[in-house]
């Protein structure tokens, strides 16, 4: 079992930038997928990005397409969100999850936040000003 700890969230003007960090306890963390999560106030919590066990396959949301980019450093054990062109409907708070389900790869249904994930983070809140 491994444990999420996200950090790297703030309060930015809107065309600016943030990367965000999932850090993992456990050894086995190459073995997971993992996504970034988001939930904004009064709404349902929404995917964001995908990565596979080693960073081979990446997954987004259209919302965040080509704006955002999912990475992991596995020696690291931590997976990054590099957040660019911020917009103030990205304000959020950001969570990552780690699923084995599909021995590390992406597999159908991790889009959705409902997915049985193995863990998740407790969250880092993003703010974007206009």
């Known amino acids: 079992q491994v444990q999420l700890v996200e950090s790297g969230g703030g309060l930015v003007q809107a065309g600016g930038s943030l990367r965000l960090s999932c850090a993992a306890s456990?050894?086995?963390?190459?073995?997971?997928?993992v996504g970034w999560f988001r939930q904004a106030p009064g709404k349902e919590r929404e995917f964001v990005a995908l990565i596979n066990w080693n960073g081979g396959s990446t997954d987004y949301a259209d919302s965040v397409e080509g704006r955002f980019t999912i990475s992991r450093d596995n020696a690291k054990n931590t997976v990054y969100l590099q957040m660019n062109s911020l917009k103030p409907e990205d304000t959020a708070v950001y969570s990552c999850a780690a699923g084995l389900g599909g021995l590390g790869s992406i597999v159908q249904g991790m889009r959705r936040a409902t997915y049985p994930y193995n863990a998740w983070g407790q969250g880092t809140q993003v703010t974007v000003s206009s």
């Open positions: 456990g050894r086995t963390f190459s073995n997971y997928a």
